[in-house]
């Protein structure tokens, strides 16, 4: 696998409570995404970045926001957790040896009471 | 706009029967194409790219340009098989395009 991890990897949270999810990757790869992964819906993506604070809006940003401080670490944030924001997020990354081949963290289980 | 299309939600093959997942594409550029697969609890990984034209794990993929497809091929389904299965289209700027998936069940 390469180089991502994400943390938490589970999370319960209460609806109105702020949330941050963590990207960490060790591959240096310029490009780095955030997905949600909901049954029927397959993968949507929610922000992705291009680089260091270079970041823009997916197809499902709406109550999302992300980071991008330094190569490796991708932040989201849910800035006010609602039900529907129930999902598994992934992370991934391309820029590689195979420019647009991308790698997916593990994921992470959201659940917002 | 750029849309990937998985019309079968769910498929069901008997174990060393055929198996075709489809897929369809709409992009107005020249698409790069791509099946990643998730066994149940793991990360998605690649499974085939359309522009290195291997065969892995016995499944191949052709684009059609003609029909805007590229659907996911194999001659004799195992039970390892089984795995959600999604197409995914990129373009430029290293943009991606996931379909909706396809579970498939390969039935011993």
């Known amino acids: 696998d390469a180089g991502i991890t994400q943390s938490p990897r589970h999370k319960v949270t209460e609806t109105g409570t702020p949330v941050t999810l963590r990207c960490h990757q060790t591959e240096n790869h310029r490009y780095m995404y955030w997905y949600r992964q909901d049954p029927g819906h397959g993968l949507r993506l929610i922000h992705y970045s291009y680089g260091v604070k270079d970041t823009d809006k997916g197809e499902v940003s709406d109550g999302y926001s992300v980071s991008r401080s330094k190569t490796e670490d991708f932040l989201l944030t849910l800035e006010s957790a609602t039900s529907s924001q129930t999902s598994v997020y992934f992370c991934a990354i391309s820029g590689g040896r195979y420019d647009n081949e991308q790698f997916f963290g593990p994921g992470t289980r959201l659940t917002v009471l | 706009a750029q849309r990937v299309t998985q019309p079968e939600k769910l498929l069901s093959v008997f174990k060393g029967a055929p198996v075709e997942l489809k897929c369809n594409y709409s992009?107005?550029?020249?698409?790069?194409l791509f099946w990643y697969v998730q066994y149940s609890r793991q990360r998605l990984q690649l499974l085939l790219r359309h522009i290195s034209r291997e065969s892995i794990k016995g499944f191949t993929a052709d684009l059609n340009k003609g029909e805007t497809s590229f659907h996911l091929k194999k001659p004799f389904a195992q039970e390892e098989d089984s795995a959600m299965y999604y197409c995914?289209?990129?373009?430029?700027?290293?943009?991606?395009?996931f379909g909706t998936g396809t579970s498939l069940t390969v039935i011993p």
């Open positions: 995914a289209l990129s373009s430029t700027g290293n943009q991606f395009y």
């Open positions: 992009y107005s550029g020249s698409p790069e």
